[in-house]
């Protein structure tokens, strides 16, 4: 199995698009260089065929390559930023994907998308598609259309910013994480509407998270299977209910990726 990764070369906090990032707090190279390299051993080490793209000066988010788009069987659906600060990367997730053999099938430009950071599979074909903040809702349409035996599953995203919440959640992938050995959800529901919770409980069985364990993305982790990749941050409550449940957690250093608002989910495009 593919998955797609950009070393971070020219990563910096360059804008601020998100409540994470800014430009007063820069990332340090050798802090980014060491754990980015750890991530890629350990997707070597599972077996994946890590393929790269090179980040380009002056993109400084194309680490985060899980906002490339989406890939559904040989189709790629390249991402329509909602920032202009981020749409130059769009060519070039394009090229690759078109290089590498992809159908590519564009959305009309004035709906947004961020790709897999709102878009999540749950199993072949069932999506669920996080809108309200990067992607619009209009994108659940057009994605039934490009991809009509998948089931698509809208997911609300909401903010209501408050003195001791102050962080908006923008991606699905900020407060989702789908463990597929046990169809459980880590989720945060702080950020999701009442409905979109209920469906998340309907689906499988959550672990819920604390606004603080939320905050330092825990729910940007990425299963294997039994292993699961976690940023470190608040994370011995949920080390210890996923033990429970035969998991295996291998805590990953992601303070200089966290600067910008990603972790280990965003820095991977798995096709
Ligand atoms: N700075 C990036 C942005 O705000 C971070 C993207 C994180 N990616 C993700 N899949 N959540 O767009």
Sequence with gaps: MPVLMCRPDYFSVDYEINDWMSRENQPSKILSMIPWWRLFGIYNTFGYN?????EVEGLPDMVFTANAGLVYKNKFIPSNFYHAERRGEREHFKNFFQESGYEIVN??????FEGQGDALWISENKLLLGYGRRTSEAVIEHLKAIMPDCEIIPIKMVHEPTAEKPKEFYHLDTVLCHLPMTNTFLVYPGALSPEAMETIRSLGETIEAAYPEAEKLICNSVAIGKYILMPIGETS???????E???????????EFLKAGGAVRCLSFFY
């Design 107 to 112: 959305l009309p430009p004035d709906v947004f």
């Design 237 to 243: 409550r949920f080390v210890e209910l996923l033990n």
């Design 245 to 255: 449940r035969g998991y295996k957690v291998f805590l990953i250093e992601m303070s």
């Design 50 to 54: 890590v393929r790269l793209i090179e």
